[in-house]
């Protein structure tokens, strides 16, 4: 389901699907390529972040686990763009977390990532001193 205007999400698509690939290969300057250098926040249910440096840092930290993201369901508003994801990781064995994104994009940019999921089995793994 789609609910923006053509132009609106062919703006914000394609910036968060180059964000999530980027992810998946572990390709650290492309990631940050596409996250505000200013105004960046990030807020999952094991970190809330408010820069983008921050950000990098955790994701250099935590991105090491990630073997793959299956986009099940993306849904658009003008600059929002929202996924049903699986996460398939992979500590001591391979896990697949269903989650939700929620990223806002600002001029070619993403300003804003939400991310929801159950973190029972991560919160041990990556505690930060929120």
């Not at 789609?2 to 390709?27: G, K, M, N, Q």
């Not at 090491?64 to 508003?77: A, K, M, N």
């Not at 049903?84 to 929620?102: G, H, N, P």
């Amino acid at each position: 389901m789609i609910s923006a205007s053509t132009a609106e999400a062919s703006a914000a698509l394609p910036v968060v699907e180059r964000y999530l690939d980027a992810l998946v290969a572990h390709d650290h300057d492309a990631v940050a390529a596409l996250i505000a250098p200013v105004g960046f926040r990030f807020e999952s249910p094991i970190a809330t972040i408010d820069d983008a440096a921050g950000f990098l840092e955790y994701i250099m930290m935590t991105g090491g686990i990630l073997r793959g993201i299956e986009r099940r369901r993306v849904f658009l508003d003008g600059d929002d763009v929202c996924h049903w994801l699986v996460l398939d990781t992979q500590v001591s064995e391979r896990v697949s977390t269903r989650a939700v994104q929620w990223a806002t994009v600002h001029s070619g940019q993403i300003v804003r990532i939400e991310l929801l999921f159950d973190p029972y089995r991560w919160r041990l793994l990556f505690t930060t001193d929120d």
